[in-house]
């Protein structure tokens, strides 16, 4: 008798349960992927960047690397944050020239830390400061001051910023993560949602939400349950989805890595840890152990789940190079340098189907 494997989708009409909302949106709960991965999907490494390159005359090297950006011609900046630089490699890897460089001046850069590029500028976030905006050439074009610097990432859109800003909740002692949006010049200010970090004690709100073509938010609602939110551009919630997933244990290797950092061990694996988006506006999912867990220093396998849009539960496959900081774009995954693997490794994505 064959083995017959169902794919079963159910629509409910609930509260996304969000921490300190209660939204009514439909969640869709799918339970069987629609394809196969290795049928759907290939991975294969273009090239790597090494660290450093003293061999020409174009030598360079990287020291304190946070995040990166790529260009619409899959040129990829990358800020140096110690350097107070970008650094410029072309489509294939090759070391370009650098932007930037230590000082106050319009072209210059103090601690460059996080970069969004859009529209054919790259807005660098200067920590302590606020946001600078070069053109491609490094040209300067404008500065914004943040009021109060206090966010960890962002992403650009309609002369607005998506970001995770943390905010002092005086009745527990501690900062907790909102999603807003602000205009580009700071003065309007919208509140989201607050990021529920659920169990995660290794939580980073920086990897709690995405954004795709159309404008459209994708954020983690709880970590410990598999649901993930859809929001317009101006902040309304349209749907929910997820999958139905038993618990997963951390891995031996992991909680030895915890107890020689002396840190509290675990038995279970927060669900929903990071997202992506890709060229399709594919939706891809970093679930259980991850290298969040390890702080990037080995390798962790993680199950990688890809949604559609419309929160259609695509494929699933595992994988150990989606290190957090990476980055998907234009048919590409840029996975950040580690304390294993100094390289940044870029892949070629395609889709079979």
């Known amino acids: ?17 969000v ?7 439909p969640y869709l709960i799918s339970n069987l992927p629609k394809y196969n991965a290795e049928k759907y999907i290939k991975l294969e490494k273009l090239y790597s960047i090494y660290p450093d390159d003293t061999s020409g005359k174009n030598s360079y090297f990287l020291d304190n690397i946070r995040m990166f950006d790529v260009d619409n011609d899959t040129n990829l900046y990358v800020p140096d944050f110690t350097q107070s630089k970008i650094l410029l490699f072309d489509k294939k890897g090759t070391y370009i020239k ?19 590029i859009y529209n054919n500028n790259l807005y660098i976030y200067e920590s302590n ?3 600078k905006i070069f053109n491609l050439k490094g040209d300067y074009v404008d500065f914004f001051v943040k009021p109060h610097n206090n966010f960890w990432n962002y992403k650009v859109f309609d002369k607005s910023y998506l970001m995770v800003e943390t905010v002092y909740n005086k009745k527990r002692g501690i900062f907790e993560p909102f999603l807003t949006i602000y205009t580009q010049d700071f003065k309007t200010r919208k509140e989201i949602y607050q990021i529920n970090d659920g169990n995660d004690k290794n939580f980073c709100a920086n990897y709690a939400y995405t954004m795709n073509s ?5 954020c983690i609602a709880d970590r410990d349950n598999y649901k993930i939110i859809v929001y317009n551009s101006e902040g309304k919630p349209l749907k929910s989805f997820g999958r139905k997933i038993d618990k997963i244990k951390y891995s031996s290797n992991m909680k030895k890595f915890w107890k020689d950092k002396n840190r509290k061990m675990l038995d279970y694996t927060p669900i929903v840890r990071m997202l992506f988006v890709d060229s399709l506006d594919n939706i891809w999912v970093v679930v ?15 199950t990688i789940d890809i949604f559609d849009d419309n929160g259609n539960f695509l494929c699933s496959f595992k994988s150990s190079i989606f290190i957090y900081s990476s980055v998907i774009k234009h048919n590409r995954f840029y996975s950040m340098c580690t304390e294993y693997d100094s390289n940044i490794n870029v ?4 889709y079979l189907k």
């Open 288 to 302: 259980g152990e991850c290298s969040i867990d390890c702080d990037r220093n080995f390798p962790v396998e993680s």
């Open 19 to 25: 921490k300190g909302q209660n939204l009514q949106v």
């Open 129 to 131: 400061k606020g946001i």
């Open 1 to 17: 008798m064959k083995k017959i494997s169902v794919l079963i989708i159910i629509i409910l009409y609930s509260a996304a349960n």
């Open 98 to 116: 650098e932007l930037g460089g230590f000082g106050q001046g319009p072209r210059e850069l103090m601690y460059p830390n996080f970069i969004n």
């Open 214 to 218: 159309k404008n459209q938010f994708f």
């Open 347 to 350: 892949y070629k994505i395609t």
